[in-house]
């Protein structure tokens, strides 16, 4: 089992790395060819040693043999999704990101895992996140760990690419809202001020 530990700032590159790695890897068919090839390993740092420990933004680090090989950020749902903000309490994985060579090994699960449970015990209803349309590994990863589409897409352009993004939830309790049950609202853009959603 990964020792999963809590980030701090001085993890901040290690955690881009983690993410822009994972992106050339999980996303080299969806995702322009020319806007990955450009995406340099520190492109978050800026953006983790901003909203480390603000706000509610966590993030833990998932540790095996010494190394970081993988990472989950999370914290209060965003203010632009307001059907969840207005049903009250409801959080959000920002991203979640595994080292290629570390995928399929249960380093993700380990992580979704704690996070869930961190969420769960500070008395949040429930989860949802956002994965890209096209990324079937990991929609059917979500599915996996009891996370139901909500059919709420959120179409956005990427270097004249078209791409979509779905909002998948998870209720933690039946006092929650039932999975799928969040409301349709604003639409976001997870390329925003380097934002490392997934």
């Known amino acids: 089992m990964p020792l999963i530990r809590p980030a701090t700032p001085k993890d901040a590159a290690t955690m881009s790395r983690i993410h822009a790695l994972s992106w050339k890897a999980a996303y080299g068919d969806i995702l322009p060819q020319a806007y990955l090839s450009q995406l340099p390993q520190e492109h978050w740092v800026p953006f983790f040693l901003h909203n480390l420990g603000k706000n509610g933004f966590k993030a833990y680090l998932s540790i095996l043999k010494g190394q970081a090989v993988g990472c989950v950020t999370f914290g209060p749902g965003r203010r632009e999704i307001q059907g969840a903000r207005q049903e009250g309490d409801w959080g959000e994985i920002y991203s979640l990101y595994i080292l ?14 704690h996070a869930l449970r961190q969420m769960k015990d500070a008395g949040q209803k429930g989860c949802y996140l956002w994965v890209l349309q096209e990324n079937r590994d990991a929609r059917g990863f979500y599915h996996a760990m009891g996370f139901q589409n909500d059919l709420v897409p ?45």
């Open 100 to 113: 290629p060579e570390y995928t399929g090994q249960g380093q993700g699960k380990a992580l979704l895992q």
């Open 154 to 198: 959120s179409v956005f352009t990427l270097m004249d690419r078209e791409i979509t993004d779905l909002r998948y939830s998870k209720a933690f309790s039946p006092a929650g809202r039932e999975p799928g049950a969040l409301d349709a609202s604003a639409h976001r853009r997870p390329w925003d001020d380097g934002d490392p959603r997934s």
